[in-house]
Nanobody, 124 residues
Framework: QVQLVESGGGLVQAGGSLRLSCAAS????????VGWFRQAPGKEREFVAA????????DYADSVKGRFTVSKDNAKNTVYLQMNSLKPEDTAVYYC?????????????????WGQGTQVTVSS
């Protein structure tokens, strides 16, 4: 069993930056791939980024590529999502999710463990 807790959300102006954290407890995080997803009001949950178990392989949605960076610190049992050049359309609740596999996935169905989410609001 893995428990995930996101933090770092907030209100930021367009063009600004935020860094989200996803802290894990309960199991060795190094055995898990992690994904970030987001859900805006009235929209379906969508894939943002994923990182493999070692932290050496990453994947991004086209909408955030070049602006967001996902990283993993297995020693701290934490995954980060650095978000730069934020846009109003990035406004959503952001969730981290973990799966006990080597590689991450863009499908939310592949993740077993989920955090409670953290709100990110980007004002224009």
């Amino acid at each position: 069993q893995v428990q995930l807790v996101e933090s770092g959300g907030g209100l930021v102006q367009a063009g600004g930056s935020l860094r989200l954290s996803c802290a894990a407890s309960g199991r060795t995080f190094s055995d898990y791939a992690v994904g970030w997803f987001r859900q805006a009001p009235g929209k379906e949950r969508e894939f943002v980024a994923a990182i493999n178990w070692s932290g050496l392989s990453t994947d991004y949605a086209d909408s955030v590529k070049g602006r967001f960076t996902v990283s993993k610190d297995n020693a701290k049992n934490t995954v980060y999502l650095q978000m730069n050049s934020l846009k109003p359309e990035d406004t959503a609740v952001y969730y981290c999710a973990a799966t006990h596999t080597l590689r991450g996935s863009a499908s939310s169905w592949d993740y077993k463990y989920w955090g409670q989410g953290t709100q990110v609001t980007v004002s224009s």
